[in-house]
């Protein structure tokens, strides 16, 4: 099936703990669809994952499209990006509204059948203009998912319904750690306390939205060696250029490995090498190809469990896969 997220592409290049929010959630609707003006406030907002305070100014650049004046600080250059996606949301339409409603309806009765509570009250839906990451490019920010302004123009019902289950479990995760370390488990991900990237690759990194923190990692066994490695996605490029005018054009990704030091912090630092990749699948099966962060493995698992599969069409998975679909719904479904 057609499946859209913040890390769409990457398939091509390597082949839901209570928190106080919640707890302060419980009269919210399920979820609403914001209007521009409560979209500008939420889509510069996020205080559970610091991605504003971790953004590289290349990334910034890349989004916005432009280099910014030399001698410019972060702090500028942060306010400037901030006030350039506060452009980026739009209102829904009433044909869009109704279109959207009914699958988030949907989506939410499918949760409730594998567990009740495990959809996020209180999701906020936002429209996107398509500048910042490109056509297509769905995403999560606090309790929001961000919805592509093309996709809406193209609605399909079916893939619109596989997206918003696989961004509803990025919701669901961001807020109940003690469940997402849970599942990040059942993959082999453990997390780092402290992890310090090497700064040849610091100031390229790139902050998937769905999965900002890099302090995840995974033993593989590579060519018979425990490699612990951690997932990273940066920019092939330093800064903005013009011949490069889309946000995926600057995107890689690798495994690196991570070395333990004196202090017990982790040095993420040289790539590893291509047989890092059948390694990690060993770990993950291979029920899903969105391999660059754990919550994206743990999202497509969940989408699978909670999609409503016309008989016959369901994914076939070998045993190790079906093997994580039974763990991750007991995990998700444990009091």
């Known amino acids: 099936m057609y499946r859209l997220s913040f890390v769409f592409l990457l398939v091509i290049l390597v082949s839901c703990g209570t928190s106080k929010k919640e707890t302060t959630s419980a009269n919210l609707q399920p979820f609403i669809l914001m209007d521009r003006a409560a979209a500008a406030q939420a889509i510069v907002t996020d205080t559970t994952d610091g991605f504003f305070d971790r953004v590289n100014l290349v990334e910034m650049e890349i989004q916005m499209k432009k280099n910014f004046a030399p001698g410019t600080t972060r702090e500028q250059a942060v306010a400037e990006y901030r006030a350039f996606l506060q452009t980026e949301v739009l209102d829904f339409t009433e044909a869009e509204k109704v279109k959207v409603t009914a699958v988030m309806e949907e989506a939410k009765r499918r949760c409730d059948l594998l567990a009740p509570g495990i959809f996020p009250m209180g999701v906020?839906?936002?429209?996107?203009?398509?500048?910042?990451?490109?056509?297509?490019?769905?995403?999560?920010?606090?309790?929001?998912?961000?919805?592509?302004?093309?996709?809406?123009?193209?609605?399909?019902?079916?893939?619109?319904?596989?997206?918003?289950?696989?961004?509803?479990?990025?919701?669901?995760?961001?807020?109940?750690?003690?469940?997402?370390?849970?599942?990040?488990?059942?993959?082999?991900f453990e997390p780092l306390e402290k992890v310090e990237i090497d700064p040849n690759w610091a100031d390229v990194l790139l902050f998937n939205p769905d999965g900002v923190s890099y302090n995840w990692g995974v033993t593989l066994n590579i060519d018979g060696v425990p490699t612990l490695a951690v997932p990273l996605i940066y920019a092939n490029e330093a800064s903005y250029v013009q011949s490069k005018n889309t946000f995926f054009a600057y995107l890689e990704f690798s495994l690196h490995l991570a070395t333990k030091q004196n202090d017990g912090s982790y040095l993420v630092g040289k790539p590893l090498g291509p047989n890092s990749i059948p390694a990690l699948f060993e770990k993950i099966t291979s029920n899903t190809q969105y391999i660059i962060h754990p919550d994206e493995i743990m999202a497509d698992n969940f989408m699978f469990l909670t999609y409503p599969w016309e008989e016959g069409q369901a994914p076939q998975f070998d045993e190790a896969g079906q093997k994580l679909q039974q763990m991750t719904k007991a995990v998700l479904t444990e009091q």
């Open 124 to 188: 906020a839906l936002i429209k996107t203009r398509i500048n910042h990451y490109g056509p297509s490019v769905y995403y999560t920010r606090e309790n929001g998912i961000y919805i592509p302004e093309n996709e809406l123009a193209e609605f399909q019902e079916e893939a619109f319904l596989s997206v918003m289950l696989h961004e509803i479990f990025h919701v669901y995760s961001r807020f109940h750690p003690a469940k997402r370390q849970k599942l990040y488990s059942l993959v082999g």
